[in-house]
Structure formats: C-alpha cells, structure tokens
T-cell receptor, first 116, second 115 residues
Framework: DTEVTQTPKHLVMGMTNKKSLKCEQH?????MYWYKQKAKKPPELMFV???????INESVPSRFSPECPNSSLLNLHLHALQPEDSALYLC???????????????FGDGTRLSIL | GESVGLHLPTLSVQEGDNSIINCAYS??????FIWYKQESGKGPQFIID?????DKRQGQRVTVLLNKTVKHLSLQIAATQPGDSAVYFC??????????????FGQGTILTVHP
C-alpha cells in the first residue's frame, strides 16, 4: 500500500463541471507534487509545492488550480476541462531540505480522470 | 532500453534470468537519478536511487549503474520473477540547487517475465 493517498480513484466529469482531486500524506514530507500521465507515457510534472508554497508551475493551463491547505494535504481544483485533459493524475511527496532535492519522491496510485 | 519514440521499448525474459534495463538521460547537470516500477493501475513505485557522485549502488536483487561520461543509467534485476513484470521508468533530477525535486522521466521500458 502506498503512503500517499489520492481520492477519488476514478472521476468522470463534463466540460462544464467543477471538481477537485485530493492527496494526503502523513510522512512529514514538505514537498508535494502533481503529475499528469497519459496512457503509455511517462509522468509529466505539473506543480511543485515546497513548505506549502507554490514553487514550480510548469506552464499548466489555468483550468487546473492547485492548493496546499497544510503540509499533509494537496488539492487540484478542476474547472472547464477539455477532453484532452483525460489522464491519470498522480500526486507525490518527498522530504524537502538540503540542496538539490536529492530525496526520492513517493507516489500515490493516482486519480483516473475522464472528461466527457 | 529507453529512448524517445512512439512505442515503449520492451524486454521479455524467462523467470530466473537476470534483466538489464537501460536509460539514456539528457541533462549533464542532473545530479540524482531514480528508478521506478509502475504496475497496471498503480502509481510509480520507488525501486532504487543513485547520486551523481557514485557509479554503482546495490539493493535487494537490484543494482543501478551510472555512467556520467555517456549519460547512461542501467537497472539490473537479478533472478527476475513474474511479479517484476511492469513498466520501468528512469528519472533524472535537476532541482537547480533548490531543496525540492524536479524529476524528468524517461519513456519507460515494459518488462515481461515468463514463468
């Protein structure tokens, strides 16, 4: 079992809906990440939070809005998504400290999102 | 091994054989490398990591080799088992001196282990 928990496991939504993906970890990690993974492709980084502050936004469209309410939780708010946004959305966390970020990222099992 | 392309590289082995999965990374400034295993319907699972000041690291049944001269990484799995069947990704980290990671994943290799 993964120590990073993501809910829901599956989500189907229309293009006009608003929904949120949730991620939780209790490992005391202070860096948290959102990735998008299309079928038969590697994960692609979307956002990085370090100590609850947004540190990296990889030019993600504004219809994806991340939020880090506290050190254990990470949300991804979705609004007006397009069919091409259908993918597996993965959350990860890592210890944050020292130079170079040389700590492994631990992944949840993802939310499989389908946009109708 | 892994390379940029339309189709994932595949490796088929017999149970009990040793497996070697290769990866070419792109950024000479990357200083930390990780191998992940991803099974169907699951997220990537950490296998082993290596820092750029090392050229070899061993874990349980796995060994990672790093050749910085040619920017090449490999994962060796000893006595491969059917449960090792999965997609394997290498990932390079270039956090640019920050304290968090910024991973870039390779394209992945499908490992199939036949009983």
């Amino acid at each position: 079992d993964t120590e990073v928990t993501q809910t829901p496991k599956h989500l189907v939504m229309g293009m006009t809906n608003k929904k949120s993906l949730k991620c939780e970890q209790h490992m005391g990690h202070r860096a948290m990440y959102w990735y998008k993974q299309k079928a038969k492709k590697p994960p692609e980084l979307m956002f990085v939070y370090s100590y609850e502050k947004l540190s990296i936004n990889e030019s993600v469209p504004s219809r994806f809005s991340p939020e880090c309410p506290n050190s254990s939780l990470l949300n991804l708010h979705l609004h007006a998504l397009q069919p091409e946004d259908s993918a597996l959305y993965l959350c990860a966390s890592s210890q944050d400290g020292g130079v170079g970020g040389n700590q492994p990222q631990h992944f949840g099992d993802g939310t499989r999102l389908s946009i109708l | 091994g892994e390379s940029v392309g339309l189709h994932l590289p595949t490796l088929s082995v017999q149970e009990g054989d040793n497996s070697i999965i290769n990866c070419a990374y792109s950024n000479s400034a990357s200083d930390y490398f990780i191998w992940y295993k991803q099974e169907s319907g699951k997220g990537p699972q950490f296998i082993i990591d290596i820092r750029s000041n090392m050229d070899k690291r061993q874990g349980q049944r796995v060994t990672v080799l790093l050749n910085k001269t040619v920017k090449h990484l490999s994962l060796q799995i000893a006595a491969t088992q059917p449960g090792d069947s999965a997609v394997y990704f290498c990932a390079e980290n270039n956090a640019g001196g920050t304290s968090y990671g910024k991973l870039t994943f390779g394209q992945g290799t499908i490992l199939t282990v036949h009983p």
